[in-house]
């Protein structure tokens, strides 16, 4: 792709990086192919190359309007056109450039400005989070239907001491999942014991820095990254050998600590020991011997793979084999590649879509007729459950049954 970037624009790390990007696509348009918005919109500005047509212009005239942050928008950042181009064009990379260059030149609605807002002061917030949850379980007879069924109901949890190993990992609790979905990461910590491989604790739930980064916050987004590497790097050089997120969005934020700061000076070079550390907990597991956990009964399984497994972080079908290996029957899914809508906030901000795409997914989920859907992810989790009438669980789950049954 050709650009005319101004040379002002170009002397800028984002200038620079934006030329790189855009002309390295080659309007092949294989992108639009598995892209869920082009597929379900049927329009050329809600695909991947008609967003970086959008970006490319506005670069070069320096303008944007509300129609640009729109299509822009609309993208669920799944990375699926990622993994369809030829090219190795680094989509997300430029989208989020994009969006926070059209949103300092177009001003939002009210309306919306005050959402994101809303949504910036309360779900990166473990304990705000879990109060709100709590406040929407009470009242949820008096909401609307579509809104009262993205509340889950509270699960018991019982507790668990992690054993003392000689191997360690750090294990992230996230800030929405030790509310939306308490037993997954006491499922992983049974999991890992079972491997001999202990799980420690920071001591607090905390976001990653995805929420705030997707949702244009970047200060904020880098100041909780910082914080972050600050508290979990002495524990790295206390023996962990490992950052663990048993949700793949967090996992992929984390490993993207390394290019988020790579101007910064100080930490530049501690963010990428971070990403070099981080591991979705499927990574873990499936080197390990899976013994333990075999079962014979042939329980009939879909999987349904988030974008952030199998496109961020390029682990698609690990997770699949893992619940082959121990003796599950996973059922096939048609377009497994497709996104399930829920795209962090993406499912409050894009709502209409958002359903249509969940609603196509568990279609696809259910036509094996299986008896449970797993996934590796609380968003998809959480949004699939809302409109389906078979459980959603983490995969982490299913093995840690086969303890509890073994």
Not at 245 to 256: G, Y
Not at 333 to 362: M, P, W
């Given at each position: ?65 509300k129609t640009t942050l729109e299509h ?333 049954n073994g």
């Amino acid at each position: 792709m050709q650009t005319k970037i101004p040379p002002e624009q170009l002397a800028t790390s984002i200038g620079s990086e934006a030329d790189a990007i855009l002309r390295s696509c080659v309007h092949c348009g294989f992108c639009t192919a598995t892209c869920p918005t082009y597929q379900l919109l049927g329009d050329e500005l809600d695909g991947p190359r008609g967003r970086l047509y959008l970006i490319k212009e506005m670069m070069e005239n320096n303008r944007a309007s509300k129609t640009t942050l729109e299509h822009l928008d609309r993208c669920l950042n799944c990375r699926s056109c990622e993994t369809t181009c030829p090219s190795g064009v680094t989509y997300a990379h430029l989208l989020e450039s994009g969006k926070a260059m059209a949103e300092s030149m177009v001003q939002r609605p009210l309306k919306q400005r005050l959402l994101r807002q809303l949504m910036l002061k309360i779900l990166p917030f473990p304990h705000r989070f879990s109060l709100l949850l709590s406040i929407g379980r009470v009242v949820r007879p008096l909401l609307p239907d579509a809104l009262g069924k993205k509340i889950p109901d509270r699960r018991p949890v019982q507790t668990v001491q992690p054993i003392k190993r000689q191997r360690k990992v750090l294990l992230i609790e996230g800030c929405v999942q030790p509310a939306l979905a308490p037993t997954t990461d006491v499922a992983a910590i049974r999991l890992l014991d079972t491997l001999n491989i202990e799980t420690i604790g920071t001591g607090m739930a905390q976001c990653c820095g995805a929420i705030e980064h997707h949702l244009g916050d970047t200060n904020a987004s880098l100041d909780r990254i910082r914080a972050n590497i600050d508290l979990w790097l002495p524990m790295l050089d206390n023996g962990a050998e490992a950052i663990i997120s048993t949700a793949s969005a967090c996992a992929l934020e984390i490993k993207e600590y390394g290019y988020l700061l790579r101007h910064d000076e100080i930490y530049a070079e501690k963010a990428a020991r971070i990403s070099h550390a981080a591991r979705d907990i499927a990574e873990i597991v499936h080197t390990e011997d899976l013994s333990p956990f075999k079962r014979s009964d042939g329980k009939r399984i879909a999987f349904q793979s988030p974008c952030t497994l199998q496109h961020g972080q390029k682990l698609s079908g690990m997770v699949e084999e893992i619940l082959t290996r121990i003796g599950y029957e996973l059922t096939p899914v048609a377009n497994a590649h497709l996104c399930c809508g829920s795209a962090g906030t993406y499912s409050i901000l894009q709502s209409e879509i958002s359903s249509e795409l969940r609603d196509n997914k568990l279609a696809a989920l259910t036509s094996g007729s299986p008896e449970l859907i797993a996934t590796a992810n609380v968003g998809c989790q959480n949004h699939l459950q809302s409109a389906s009438n078979i459980s959603v669980i983490h995969w982490t789950e299913l093995l840690t049954e086969e303890i509890t049954n073994g």
